[in-house]
């Protein structure tokens, strides 16, 4: 949807519950907000339908969108928060932080999972597979700093939890995430 006005069209017909409009706008969306979905929740199953659920919201708020800033990222906030959303009814308390102890290394343990680590070509499939074997807590907050590209502070107040819990969730996910990667690429050689 590279023209702003066949967006603004498409909008428009969404608004007057046009099947054929929303077929458009869900389609093209699709792929970049199922994606988004992924990074989430531990499955495809799953992802689907919060995506479903985000898209109704979307289509319930289409009204509120004001086309001073990206649609696509108005949209990728709503399939996020539905995400999040998600985690949150599934269970009571999914951003407690995890034992402390599950991966302390070892300074040789350390080190060597550094040199691992400079593998520069991960496939983002494997990367993809990893972060969803994180814990909710862990898995919520790296996606927001990381991929959604929020703050702390931001992140704190979404999920409702303190800056510190999130600043600690946002190292140990990169913790397990280093450990899974790396026992994965051990696996390979």
Not at 46 to 70: H, P, R
Not at 94 to 118: C, H, Q, S, V, W
Not at 155 to 181: C, D, H, P, R, V
């Amino acid at each position: 949807m590279e023209n702003k006005e066949k967006l603004k069209l498409i909008i428009e017909g969404c608004l007057r519950n046009e099947r054929r409009a929303q077929e458009e706008l869900f389609r093209h969306f699709y792929g970049k907000m199922l994606v988004v979905c992924m990074r989430y929740m531990n499955d495809r199953d799953s992802a689907q339908e919060v995506l479903q659920e985000g898209f109704i919201k979307v289509f319930e708020k289409l009204g509120a969108f004001d086309y001073k800033g990206s649609f696509e990222g108005w949209i990728r906030r709503i399939i996020a928060n539905t995400a999040i959303d998600s985690i949150r009814k599934s269970k009571k308390d999914p951003y407690l932080t995890d034992n402390d102890n599950d991966f302390k290394l070892g300074a040789e343990d350390e080190i060597e999972m550094r040199e691992e680590m400079e593998i520069t070509d991960i496939k983002a499939e494997i990367a993809m597979e990893a972060i969803q074997k994180l814990s909710p807590a862990y898995r919520a907050v790296f996606n927001l700093y990381v991929l959604e590209e929020y703050s702390h502070k931001e992140i704190a107040e979404i999920l409702g939890i303190s800056e510190g819990t999130s600043k600690s969730n946002l190292a140990k996910a990169k913790m397990n995430l280093q450990k899974m990667l790396s026992d994965k690429f051990m696996n390979i050689r």
